[in-house]
């Protein structure tokens, strides 16, 4: 059977088109709003630090009273969450914890790394400048300032930042729906006996993880078994739901390929694209409302590697964000790419101590499509060239990591 041979972007296109922004926005508490997207920007509502503050544990001090070998009379000591802002004179000092406000009277820390306990006070053993060791109130960020804008993916550091500046909840994106179906005779649930021929279902469990952790809510059924009256049940199941159907399993060109057969009847599309693992693909729109539905290959690995090359940047779409975007890695083991292909392998990141990012394959057999393992030790994709067949130690690839 011939099908149309697309690049990875050209099919990425036709992923793209299927679906566009949710306009739905609702507020939800900070602590439920992670892989959300921000929909409207969050404001300081006060300075950043609220005060200033001891970046070290040492002594609050007066800057002007420091010579080198000086002792300070220790009038008193400040913790964080104090709210004591004890005044001092001249050649005396205040005992503070990292956190703790600064006196009002003092100008500078030293760290207590640079003093010694003497009889009368603490001795100063190293001079240090106004301002030096405080942090100052509004230094990071001032009341009314820009902490994140509209857009932003919600990751742990993005929702910390909105804690800082002081907002319990965020406007934000509404989750997209999307249901999951994994077709398939052989498969059977995980803790049940297998027979012959049979494998644990595993592409589901990828799948709505994946989704989750981009934000988005899935629906999962059982697995489907391959006949056109079940997988058509299930989309009819799932369709009036859902913003967005993934089908993995039964997307080639087989006689028994029940996801092609059933989708073709409604209109699908189904792709050769130049890519290893994953080059059979396929998309289509189911029911009355025309629900998008994304067909990806059953193998595991091909499944994961399409997730991420199709799908996620399908959801950055619904969540109105953008994608995020490849760099530069040097390989630091030699492997073989298909010629024809851009082949999409997970790898193991790192820097060096020159500050240059390293990869590796994260399995020892490369990308064969169905180790789905290749992904557990796995933080980041590598993509070869159509045109290259050899990667050798020291040769530059593309590398985009895994959230």
Request: with cysteine; glycine share 10%.
């Amino acid at each position: 059977m011939s099908r149309v041979l697309l690049n990875v972007e050209e099919y990425l296109a036709e992923v793209l088109a299927l679906v566009t922004p949710l306009p739905d926005v609702e507020r939800v508490a900070l602590r439920e709003a992670s892989g959300r997207t921000l929909a409207e920007p969050v404001l300081a509502r006060g300075d950043v630090p609220a005060f200033a503050n001891s970046a070290m544990d040492g002594y609050a001090v007066r800057s002007a009273d420091l010579v080198p070998g000086v002792t300070l009379h220790v009038a008193g000591e400040v913790l964080a969450g104090s709210s004591e802002d004890p005044v001092f004179g001249g050649c005396a000092c205040v005992k503070i914890m990292t956190g703790a406000p600064l006196p009002s009277c003092a100008d500078a820390v030293v760290p207590v790394e640079q003093t010694t306990p003497v009889e009368g006070g603490v001795r100063i053993d190293a001079v240090v400048e106004r301002g030096r060791h405080v942090r100052h109130a509004g230094e990071d960020l001032r009341a009314g300032d820009l902490a994140l804008d509209a857009g932003v993916r919600l990751d742990a550091h993005a929702l910390a930042a909105a804690a800082a500046a002081g907002v319990p909840t965020l406007a934000c994106v509404r989750r997209p729906v999307v249901g999951v179906i994994a077709t398939g005779d052989e498969l059977v649930p995980p803790g049940q006996a297998l027979g012959r021929g049979q494998i644990f279902e595993s592409n589901g469990t990828l799948l709505a993880a994946l989704l989750t952790r981009d934000g988005a809510t899935p629906r999962t059924p059982d697995a489907v078994r391959d006949t056109p009256e079940d997988l058509t049940a299930a989309l009819d199941a799932l369709a009036p739901a859902c913003d967005l159907i993934v089908v993995s399993g039964g997307v080639s060109v087989g006689d028994a390929d029940v996801t092609r057969i059933v989708l073709e009847a409604g209109g699908a599309r189904f792709r050769h694209v130049r890519m290893q693992p994953g080059k059979p693909q396929g998309w289509a729109r189911w029911g009355a409302g025309g629900v998008p539905v994304v067909a990806l290959p059953g193998n595991p690995l091909s499944a994961a590697i399409s997730y991420e090359t199709f799908v996620a940047p399908a959801l950055d779409r619904l969540h109105d964000r953008t994608t995020p975007g490849w760099s530069v890695a040097v390989a630091t083991e030699g492997w073989y790419s298909p010629p024809g292909r851009r082949q999409l392998i997970p790898v193991v990141l790192d820097v060096d101590t020159t500050g240059r990012q390293l990869a590796r394959p994260a399995h020892r057999r490369g990308s064969a499509s169905h180790m789905v393992t290749s992904l557990v030790l796995a933080d980041g994709i590598a993509a070869v060239g159509e045109d290259v067949t050899t990667v050798a130690p020291g040769d530059l690839v593309a590398v985009r990591r895994l959230p």
